[in-house]
Nanobody, 118 residues
Framework: QVQLVESGGGLVQPGGSLRLSCAAS????????MRWYRQAPGKEREFVALITNTGANTNYVDSVKGRFTISKDNAKNTVYLQMNMLKPEDTAVYYC???????????WGQGTQVTVSS
């Protein structure tokens, strides 16, 4: 059974930090690129960050460059999103996404809420 379980969300003040985790099971983690998406109230889901299956390459949406860092630990089947210098506009539900480098099969997690507010 495939599972992507996000954790680490919460309420944080502007300028603060959070680290999101996404624990994967039920598929060969090392053969999947991992992405984070987010969806704010009333808005479409948007891409945030990507890391290739090997971890060698990353990509970010412009609005988070220099503030967010994506990483993965293939030994722990976990992908992380370190979020620093958080802004109110980062408030959203954050989703973990896995995509097979071979078949393009996609899995989604259930999401974790991040709220940036004073």
């Amino acid at each position: 059974q495939v599972q992507l379980v996000e954790s680490g969300g919460g309420l944080v003040q502007p300028g603060g930090s959070l680290r999101l985790s996404c624990a994967a099971s039920g598929f060969t983690f090392s053969r999947y690129a991992m992405r984070w998406y987010r969806q704010a109230p009333g808005k479409e889901r948007e891409f945030v960050a990507l890391i290739t299956n090997t971890g060698a390459n990353t990509n970010y949406v412009d609005s988070v460059k220099g503030r967010f860092t994506i990483s993965k630990d293939n030994a722990k089947n976990t992908v992380y999103l370190q979020m620093n210098m958080l802004k109110p506009e980062d408030t959203a539900v954050y989703y973990c996404n896995a995509i097979s480098v071979e078949t393009r099969q996609v899995f989604w997690g259930q999401g974790t809420q991040v709220t940036v507010s004073s």
